[in-house]
T-cell receptor, first 112, second 111 residues
Framework: DAGVIQSPRHEVTEMGQEVTLRCKPI?????LFWYRQTMMRGLELLIY????????DSGMPEDRFSAKMPNASFSTLKIQPSEPRDSAVYFC??????????FGPGTRLTVT | DQQVKQNSPSLSVQEGRISILNCDYTNSMFDYFLWYKKYPAEGPTFLISISSIKDKNEDGRFTVFLNKSAKHLSLHIVPSQPGDSAVYFCAASEGADGLTFGKGTHLIIQP
């Protein structure tokens, strides 16, 4: 199994630009999670889906952030417009029948 | 308000000795606890977990202990090996919700 796949691995953009992060969960997993890691706040949950339906988006920081899961094998996290304080590592994770979540390698986002 | 706390940002242990990483939580609704290991530029990797109905779970060199009354859990690694050097995150969940993570402990295994 290829594990959770995220793209791009690195993204550098200018303030005000739209950023789209992508995630392909492990096949057969019906939960998908988006996390953000910063020095100040550590790893924090942004949003999660069950069977492609958003269940809890209370961690999404602002309306500039949105996430979609159009099908069981793909999800996007979009930031529009991006700001320097959005610079962080964004992780996607998926979970199947067990309680363990499996994480992707992350996308390091830098907004200048 | 930090619901999961790892009070030691770093820990240095000699190779072959026991490493003990600690974690405290405040939310009594948490019913599942996990430890993740993270190397630089990689995502967290699942290590071991424990349900709130148990007080101990063992997997090879790794053992997790849960003290519900104290809202405390610990991860024991014995014997510690150089490849164990990494950042260890304690995490907790309530039902099927997402994970709440601690800030991590950087474990350094000295040769």
């Amino acid at each position: 199994d290829a594990g959770v796949i995220q793209s791009p691995r690195h993204e550098v953009t200018e303030m005000g630009q739209e950023v789209t992060l992508r995630c392909k969960p492990i096949s057969g997993h019906d939960y998908l999670f988006w996390y953000r890691q910063t020095m100040m706040r550590g790893l924090e949950l942004l949003i999660y889906f069950n069977n492609n339906v958003p269940i809890d988006d209370s961690g999404m920081p602002e309306d500039r952030f949105s996430a979609k899961m159009p099908n069981a094998s793909f999800s996007t996290l979009k930031i529009q417009p991006s700001e320097p304080r959005d610079s962080a590592v964004y992780f996607c994770a998926s979970r199947g029948q067990g309680d363990e979540q499996y994480f992707g390698p992350g996308t390091r986002l830098t907004v200048t | 308000d930090q619901q999961v706390k790892q009070n030691s940002p770093s820990l240095s242990v000699q190779e072959g000795r026991i490493s003990i990483l600690n974690c405290d939580y405040t939310n009594s609704m948490f019913d599942y606890f996990l430890w993740y290991k993270k190397y630089p530029a990689e995502g967290p990797t699942f290590l071991i977990s424990i349900s709130s109905i148990k007080d101990k779970n063992e997997d090879g060199r790794f053992t997790v202990f849960l003290n519900k009354s104290a809202k405390h859990l610990s991860l024991h690694i014995v014997p510690s090996q150089p490849g164990d050097s990494a950042v260890y995150f304690c995490a907790a969940s309530e039902g099927a919700d997402g994970l709440t993570f601690g800030k991590g402990t950087h474990l350094i295994i000295q040769p």
